[in-house]
């Protein structure tokens, strides 16, 4: 049976396009000048979030390179309207597709061989982010050192018009991208990636071809948060090196799942709207040292009261895969299951 | 014409040989019992065969298609189901979908919802259906220890290597146990068995190979391997009242 023929499955496809349209046709019409920026920031995190748990979250691979497939679609995006005519739409594929081709590449190298298992996946995506950052920099049709001017590029494009347009440009990614984490929740897809982060060598033992869904769902992973960079290049208007490739966006997105949970596909989406909203409300404290103190403790309480995050403390009600109702608790999610 | 062929097949961990040109060969629908001492290279040879280590040299042959240096995934495809020695369930999921995980992406890559349907049939089977819905974490050993032959069964394959899987049991469940493991061959499978439990083994098999210090030692019916002088003075240390 394919996702696609699974009812609940299509019930939630079609609750994220509703959410999307509605954010889509209200918030640009309706609100206030901040409150379409915020938004946009907002559905960028959610975006962002979901992505990284799409391959991070769901196969225990924690990756510290998700800032660099932004940044990329960020300066995809820039180079494709300085150094082109083509349309916002074409550097948002462009976009998309490098951030795609480089985890591509780096997957491939680094799953094909037992060595780079486990932990060291993480601190080589680390070492990707210092090397990417060194070659954007140095490369004069990207950045060259000096930043460059989305603003007056898209100045007389439907995107660069308003904020609102950016808004429904990344509400759409942000849907799109939920719409990615549907598919991976109780799918074949989601079995798969589960398997291999509760035992990789028992998924290999049972048929699971491990190698093929981790390279495949990295390089997804990164194509979604290369596109949320795009409509990011313009709004931002100015994009630089440093604001772009900032660590805080692994680690953010890191702290987003955490505190969402990844036994459902909605936990990333929670835990990104509550930091994002708890970090504008701590806007008024003046400090941003004791705001990130204060959602840092937020974090160890949230974690110490609700070990699976904010979505694993919610009971199921629904019947499991097994046809046996369970209201716990636990980690444990119907991933083969077909009856939810 | 042998459904599993093993030639030669010797592993090298740094400078010291586990497996030293080791020859194995099961035919269809047969139970091969594999026993030998502690460290004799059983669990390593199983390894090779199911492809989670990579052999030194040799050849493992399947169903007339050379595996040697295929991916333990498609191995899994092709029809070699294993168990492990202590058992490795996949903790984030339930004992059904446990099962269910082998059936959608083993031999004949089944829907999400007939894989629940046949791991129900084969925890029937393997006597766990009262435990389909459970976590896995609520298992007993030997719940623990089925759970890992269901998954193997669940492959739908024609050889299952089954690594010490009634080791740590009380005699009524090795007796449940031998039951299932001859309900196997009834089927047409094949069965690879290492044991420890070398009478639980001869009482099955119809015929075994013995291993010591990495290197094929005697093969033959159980009662001739039993009685081979070179097993009882390698492995047993004296003579056995069998």
Redesign the interface.
Known sequence: MTPFRDLSLWRQFGAVVLCALLAMALVPSFGSDFVIAFGFQFVTWIGLALSWSLFSGNSGYASFGHGVFFGIGVYATAAVLRHTDAPFAVALVVAGLVAAALALVVGIAVFSSPRFAGDLFGMITLAMAFIVVAVVSNLAFLDGGTGVFVRELAADTWIGESTGHQFVVGTAIAAATAGVAIATSTTRWGAALRSIRDDEAVAESLGVPTYRYKVLTFAASAGLAGLAGAPQAVFLGYVEVGAVFTLNIPLLVIMMTILGGITRWWGPLIGAASVVLVREALLDIGSPELSQIILGLALVVVIALMPHGISGAIPRRRPTATGTTTGTTTATTATTGGAR | MSLLRCTGVTKRFGGVAALSSVDLAVSEGEIVGLVGPNGSGKTTLLSTI???LPVSGGRVEFAGKDLTRT????R??AGI??T?QVP???????V??NV???S????H?T??????DRA?EVLEEVGLAAH??A?VGALTLHERKFLEIA?AIA?DPQLILLDEVLGGLNPSEVAMGLDLISSLRDRGMAVVYIEHNVRAVSSIADRMYVLNQGRNLADGTPTDVLDDARVVEAYLGGPVDA
């Open positions: 199911a492809g989670s991916p333990p995934h498609q899994a495809q189901a294993r492990f490795r369930p996949l903790g984030s999921f339930t059904a979908e269910a995980t082998a959608m992406f083993g031999r890559r829907g999400r919802v007939e894989a629940i129900h389909a819905g976590q998954r492959l």
